[in-house]
């Protein structure tokens, strides 16, 4: 029988500010920049990279300011959970909201900080420039193909 852990047994909503943060696997995927179609609304990832992020270790260098320093930086909050959509696939808000298990990489899972990295499932492994180093109208260039 599945461990009786609270990601199983909490909604979103139900979490405490703890268990909240920690279901954040640190893959800093949603720090990639997107790109919305302005006709369908929908959202395409790019393979650039927020100037913020700490490409050695996949951190926020400015995690306590970072939505005042970047504007389009979301600070998700589980009221919010239907507007998650957009978040990657792989995000593990996304998978529990969706009623998904955790993958196997998962810190909660694996019981090790880095395994996200290890399992090459980090933005570490997709991205390609920060956006401090293109100007806005190369963004396009790097949508990600699906
Ligand atoms: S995509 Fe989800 S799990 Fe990954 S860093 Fe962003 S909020 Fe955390
Ligand atoms: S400010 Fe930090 S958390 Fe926000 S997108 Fe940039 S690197 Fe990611």
């Known amino acids: 029988m599945a461990q009786e852990v609270f990601w199983r047994t909490k909604s979103l909503t139900e979490m405490t500010d703890p268990e ?4 954040c696997d640190g893959c800093a995927l949603c720090c ?14 790019t393979t650039v990279v927020c100037h913020l992020l700490d ?21 998700l909050r589980p009221e919010d959970v239907k507007t998650f959509h ?8 996304r998978l529990i909201d969706e009623g998904k298990e955790l993958p196997d990489w998962h ?6 900080e880095n395994s996200v990295i290890d399992a090459g499932a980090s933005v570490l492994h997709v991205y390609e ?6 100007t806005e109208d190369q963004l396009i260039d790097y949508v990600l193909d699906e």
């Open 129 to 134: 420039v920060k956006d401090n180093e293109i």
């Open 86 to 93: 957009w978040l990657p696939p792989t995000c593990a808000y």
């Open 107 to 112: 810190p909660l899972m694996s019981g090790k």
């Open 20 to 23: 909240w943060e920690s279901l």
């Open 32 to 45: 990639l920049q997107k790109v919305e179609d302005e006709d369908t609304q929908e959202i395409f990832y």
């Open 55 to 75: 490409c050695n270790n996949c951190r926020c260098t400015e995690y306590e300011t970072r939505t005042q320093l970047v504007p389009n930086c979301v600070k």
